[in-house]
């Protein structure tokens, strides 16, 4: 039986990844938007994926950052322990399922 800190450490690296990849892919989509052919995405299909990618990069890099601080993991709404399950579904999630519910109503 893993401990709390031992899951959001596995969950560390699976954010680590994350960010690897999605740095590539924004700088890979960012290349195709200045090439005449941009890989055959239509214009508007490319930046709607550079925005997404940029959007969904900084929500990763947020969720390291709270890592670095030691608040990753606690919601930021009522300060209670997120699920590790909910976690791991959505590293970068900032609120528990509660909280998220009032916010997106
Ligand atoms: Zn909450």
């Not at 055959?40 to 997404?52: F, L, M, S, V």
């Amino acid at each position: 039986m893993l401990s709390r800190q031992d899951q959001l450490d596995a969950l560390r690296a699976v954010l680590e990844e994350q960010f690897q990849r999605q740095t590539e892919e924004l700088t890979e989509l960012t290349v195709y938007s200045g090439d005449p052919e941009r890989n055959g995405y239509d214009p508007h299909e490319i930046a709607t994926r550079i925005a997404t990618t940029r959007q969904t990069l900084a929500e990763t890099t947020q969720a390291l950052q709270r890592m670095a601080e030691g608040t990753y993991g606690r919601c930021e709404e009522c300060q209670a322990d997120i699920p590790v399950e909910r976690l791991e579904i959505r590293p970068q999630a900032r609120y528990c399922v509660a909280c998220q519910r009032v916010r997106s109503a």
